[in-house]
């Protein structure tokens, strides 16, 4: 994960970042990894049950009640969407991973501070809740940053230069069909390397593990989700959470990875023009226009400019005495004048 530069301690193992911090191996320039913690709400414990792994076969079980039951998958499409603007805008760079190199977005970006004061960023797709973050992928033993191929959409091998794990991770072509800049996943429930254990539930909710080679019994000893088996040494996968309800603890998310390639939604969003401002053409519905902003939006006489007279139809009283009082005065003036002009007046 990124380790924020104004952090002091890993956000999961509490451990000091001094003793955590180290380079990432380097990706493509339009790629991106990012690390997820998932976790869904159960319809009948209401436990925030892990989701280890990115699984799109429509159902989910609950790691607290054992409860398998239905899991609507079109909430991946806005999850991983949400993943991919936090891979690709994070900080500590203003503007991510690949600033545009004429149009500034960083005093947009709200992604930023992941990388500098914080973490993960957090966010909930109905009863699906999200952490994401930058990320590489890591060794599930040794915690060293794995080699990585990409032979094919979908399929990743992996190898951790320090012990020498080999693996290969697969998902489902329903799972990359949800988000097309989707490439890949790492996750320890993915590989398919290496075969699954058996899982048998009784009728008291006890899971119990079983080789999938010569069906004895698993005993996990550690945490971890690759398992031998001690009597005929077949390796497998046994899911995170079942490894810790089997070891009596609570369950809680594991990281896996996600590989996403080109420009993350929020980015396209940021660097798209502005929508251009309405216009209006017509000299009518300009005129119309500015009548309306003057007669609703300003009193008048208040806004500058000059007012015909407003026009009220039928007949007006108090406007004929106005006229007839004022037509009176007119003549009685003009009659002075004249007598005065012929001397009739003294």
């Not at 080999?166 to 988000?179: K, N, Q, V």
């Not at 006890?206 to 989700?225: D, F, M, Q, Y």
């Not at 940021?270 to 609703?296: C, F, Q």
Request: hydrophobic content about 40%; glycine content about 10%; overall charge neutral.
């Amino acid at each position: 994960m990124v380790a924020p530069l104004n952090g002091t301690a890993c956000e999961v193992c509490k451990r000091p970042l001094a003793q955590t911090r180290g380079p990432a191996p380097v990706v493509a320039p339009d790629s991106a990894w990012v690390a997820v913690r998932c976790a869904f709400t159960c319809n009948s414990c209401r436990f925030l049950a892990p989701l280890d792994a990115l699984d799109a076969d429509g159902a989910v079980e609950c790691a607290h009640c054992g409860l398998r039951q239905r899991f609507d998958v079109d909430q991946w499409k806005s999850a991983l969407a949400f993943g991919h603007d936090v891979g690709d805008l994070a900080g500590p760079m203003p503007e991510g991973r690949n600033p545009h190199p004429v149009i500034w977005i960083g005093s947009e970006n709200t992604h930023v501070e992941t990388g500098i004061s914080r973490t993960f960023e957090h966010e909930t797709f109905g009863v699906l809740a999200v952490d994401a973050t930058p990320g590489h992928p890591v060794c599930g033993r040794c915690r060293e940053p794995l080699g990585i191929s990409v032979p094919s959409p979908g399929t990743v091998h992996t190898l951790c230069a320090r012990c020498g794990d080999r693996a290969t991770h697969a998902i489902s072509d329903a799972a990359r069909a949800l988000y097309p800049s989707l490439v890949a996943a790492v996750s320890e429930e993915l590989r398919s390397d290496r075969p699954k254990a058996r899982t048998t539930a009784t009728a008291a909710g006890v899971v119990a593990l079983s080789c999938p080679s010569c069906g004895a019994p698993l005993e996990l000893r550690e945490v971890g989700t690759v398992h031998t088996c001690r009597y005929c040494n077949t390796g497998c996968i046994v899911p995170h959470q079942s490894v810790l309800r089997a070891m009596h603890r609570t369950p809680e998310p594991s990281i896996f990875w996600l590989l996403f390639q080109g420009l993350s939604p929020g980015r396209t969003e940021l660097l798209a023009p502005p929508p251009a401002a309405a216009t209006v053409t017509s000299e009518a519905a300009k005129k119309a226009l500015r009548m309306l902003k003057i007669g609703r939006a300003q009193p008048v006489g208040e806004a500058p400019g000059v007012y015909e007279a407003p026009e009220r139809t039928g007949f007006n009283g108090l406007q004929w005495l106005v006229t007839l009082g004022l037509a009176g005065i007119a003549l009685a003036i003009g009659l002075g004048v004249a007598l005065l002009a012929t001397g009739v007046m003294p």
